[in-house]
């Protein structure tokens, strides 16, 4: 199983951006999605997750400008940004929890990086 993640870029403050991930290879079932980042010099953090069933967890610093879309069908999940603030820079990493073969088990993207800067 591979996370393959796409939408990173340079933005300035205040604009929008969007991130993309797929899940591909032999995948039974998958319950959980979303995305966390690390800044430099920082840990990895949750940004926003969904799983299966419609649950979401998303950072107290990103609710309210941040969305998160699990498309059950084509294993794969958004993370819509908007408002977005310098304080979000920071690779993001696509993550996913789900079945391929017998028992679910994490899995991880390679990072893609976000930069909010004027």
């Known amino acids: 199983v591979q996370l393959v993640e796409s939408g990173g870029g340079l933005v300035q403050p205040g604009e929008s951006l969007r991130l993309s991930c797929a899940a591909k290879g032999s995948i039974v079932l998958v319950y959980t999605m979303g995305w966390y980042r690390q800044a430099p010099g920082k840990q990895r953090e949750l940004v926003a997750t969904?799983?299966?069933?419609?649950?979401?967890k998303f950072a107290d610093s990103v609710k309210g400008r941040f969305t998160v879309s699990l498309d059950n069908a084509k294993n794969t999940v958004d993370l819509q940004m908007v408002s977005l603030k310098p304080e979000d820079t920071a690779v993001y990493f696509c993550?996913?929890?789900?079945?391929?073969?017998?028992?679910?088990?994490?899995?991880w993207g390679q990072g893609i990086q976000v930069t909010v800067s004027s």
């Open positions: 969904t799983t299966k069933a419609g649950d979401t």
């Open positions: 993550f996913a929890n789900l079945v391929s073969t017998f028992i679910p088990r994490d899995y």
